[in-house]
């Protein structure tokens, strides 16, 4: 059965996961052991998976490592300098790499372990409030595994002094990193919080899911950058909770991994605004899967959407968004749009929008394209000197860089730049 | 500077040029005239190296060289300039980085080391002034939301800058009004020198008012049938193609 030894692992590693002590923790995991158990892995016959096959899972036994041993002057390269940060070393959190001197009074940010440990009834009434073992077996899988994470709380009305940087490391072969984070803010509060996914080994496994609680007015940017090496196993799901007039902004720049599957879901309450981009890059056979949920619960709320995708050689991408619209959410005002790059004949991008409109009065569009470069481009970048290369590169970049484009943060930015033109080599624009 | 003899070329097996012959000596200005379909912008791309045409017979020699074998960026950067018809857009390029880009492929060509930064934007801004285009042009994605009349001026402006040898102008002055034309014009007549040479292709008589050509062509089905000074322009635009035509059989 997918998955099975797995389960056979989780019984000897059980008694290392954090909370243990915690009957109603027991019990989370248990169900979620239970949802997983059924069937294992998700698979191809689902629909929501219909695109991605996840036998790879099957035939390794990715399982914890408790090295927290880092190459520093790798990981610098991905840290930003004008940020805090939290650093998950091989799913584990790592109190000397983080840097969290900077935080005010008012916003705390610790291990999940640590978490559990200070305020484990907190933890409760929050955890699994954003997405339940019952979305799919990947979440039920992380219900159970999670070793550690992240616990971000702004209270109201605060600011994050500088955005925060979790890095996500992984350094031993066929390791599981396996966490989980928590985002609360508060009314009125807001964050700007980096996801920086990255291996110094080609094989291993990332499951890593974030549930965000967001009150009311407040806002969170969040951006998710992975960088995983070149034969790993990526899930990173995002399941966020929008309050009242809150505002959810996420960055997904998917340009690493073997196999990648990113879920970006969210509940928009009344008045919310939602926007998601998104870039995937992908060449020789990686596969990328970027699957986003829109609920539109209640009524004004925005969402815009826009994703772009290219791929090379033969790579897959999948870009599956969902945008529904509930009986109550009159006075929606919805976009969405995906535009696909394919560089070679062998690649392939599987998109498909989903728009589900149960209220009558409301604003909703979508977009596709799937095309090539066009060659009267090509050959007017040739007419003014510059040879076949660069000018694809040239036009594959621009294309791609109109995501990086919207990323605010300039450290950021710069460094997804230097990613981009590694793989279109042209000169910045 | 160009020398084009015989020049058969067809369009997926349909022969379009059938014994084009054309010499342009350096410093001259020569136009191409001629009714739609004689084959004038098939001239322009075969001399470009666009892909689509098959030459099956006749040459193009260009300062020494067979033009013909060479790559398009190779004979961009040999100084064969294209301004085209319909300028391409282009998103997410600006204008500047494409002058850059262009300029330090050319002068990279030349065995030149790249363009001084600060030297490039003063050499940039005095002619963006000449084609009396606003700077904020530079900072735009090539052609992308400009007018028909600042796309050619846009043409002009890369002209400018890359200083080409031969000036191909295809059709730069349909779409222009009396004012673009007159900028567009003052600064082809600005690149004008005893050395760099220009072949215009035009429907309309009124860009010769303003940019005085050495020697006039007529083009029709495929080759060149009458070829005079500027008044050869003025005949025609009196009276048209069709006595020309008969010739061309």
Partial sequence: MSGAAYLTDYSGLAASLPGLDLPWLQGFRQQALQVFGVSGFPGNREEEWRYTNLSALNKTLFAPSASQTVDEDWLNQYRLDDASSVVLVNGQFSASLSRLQDLSGQVSVSSLKQALQDRPAWLESRLGQAVTSAEHNLVAFNNAWFADGVVIEAAANQQLAKPLQILHVVTQTDALSATRNLVVLNEQAEAEVIETFVGSVDSYFTASVNECLLGNNAGLTLYKVQLEAEKAQHFGGTYVKQGRDSRFNHHNFALGSGLARSDIHSDLDTAAECSLNGLFVASKRQHIDNHTRINHLKPHGISREFYKGVLDNKARGVFQGRVVVAEDAQRTDSEMNNRNLLLSADAEVDTKPQLEIYADDVKCSHGVTVGQLEEKSVFYLQSRGLDEEAARNILTFAFANEMVDKVENAELKALLLKELLERFPAISL | ?249
Wanted: aromatic letters at 6%; glycine letters at 8%.
């Fill in chain 2, 1 to 249: 500077m160009l020398s084009i003899k015989n020049l058969h070329v067809t369009i997926n097996d349909k022969p379009i040029l059938k014994g084009l012959t054309l010499d342009i000596n350096p410093g001259e200005v020569h136009a191409i005239m001629g009714p739609n379909g004689a084959g004038k912008s098939t001239l322009s791309h075969v001399l470009s190296g666009k892909a689509g045409y098959t030459v099956t017979e006749g040459s193009v020699m260009y300062n020494g060289k067979d033009l013909l074998e060479l790559a398009p960026e190779i004979r961009a950067r040999e100084g064969v300039f294209l301004a085209f018809q319909y300028p391409v857009e282009i998103p997410g390029v600006s204008n500047i980085y494409l002058l850059k880009a262009a300029l330090n492929a050319m002068r990279k060509h030349q065995g030149l080391p790249e363009v001084d930064a600060m030297d490039f934007l003063t050499i940039v801004k005095s002619k963006v002034k000449l084609l009396q285009m606003d700077e904020k042009f530079l900072y735009r994605a090539v052609n992308e939301g400009f007018s028909g009349g600042e796309k050619k001026r846009n043409e002009i402006l890369q002209a400018a800058i890359l200083e080409p040898k031969l000036c191909i102008l295809d059709e730069t002055d349909s779409g222009l009004d009396i004012d673009a034309l007159r900028i567009v014009s003052e600064g082809v007549n600005s690149l004008r020198n005893a050395e760099r040479s220009f072949l215009m292709i035009t429907h309309y008589q009124r860009l010769l008012d303003y940019i005085k050509p050495d020697v006039v062509h007529v083009l029709a089905d495929g080759k060149i049938v009458k070829s005079g000074g500027p008044e050869l322009a003025l005949e025609l635009e009196e009276r048209g193609y069709s006595w020309l035509e008969g010739q061309a059989a």
